[in-house]
């Protein structure tokens, strides 16, 4: 499985953005995708994940801002990132897992390269 990001880029606060992951290989149509993200000097962490049956969670800190997507197909998934912070600043990164849908960085064994996200005050 092969997972590629798109849709990074720099905003001021308050912006938004959309960040699209596409998936090609075989067999992930059941498999848990989330996003993730690391800033400088910070560890990876969770920000969204969507389960097979489209069950949704999110960080604490993102929720009611943030919205985790995906085509009927499966073959894309989306965060849609809004009322964006200085704080969300990161490389953002898209994963898959075949495994437990959790935001536990070591549950998820599919990543793409990631994606800049960059946002100025």
């Known amino acids: 499985v092969q997972l590629v990001e798109s849709g990074g880029g720099s905003v001021q606060a308050g912006g938004s953005l959309r960040l699209s992951c596409a998936l090609s290989g075989s067999g992930y149509d059941s498999y848990c995708m989330g996003w993730f993200r690391q800033a400088p000097g910070k560890e990876r962490e969770g920000v969204a994940v969507i389960d097979n049956d489209r069950t949704r969670s999110y960080a604490d800190s993102v929720k009611g801002r943030f919205t985790i997507s995906q085509d009927n197909d499966k073959n894309n998934f989306y965060l849609q990132m809004n009322n964006l912070k200085p704080e969300d600043t990161a490389m953002y990164y898209c994963?898959?897992?075949?495994?437990?849908?959790?935001?536990?960085?070591?549950?998820?064994?599919?990543w793409g390269q990631g994606t800049q996200v960059t946002v100025s005050s």
């Open positions: 994963a898959a897992t075949p495994w437990v849908c959790t935001m536990v960085v070591s549950d998820f064994n599919y």
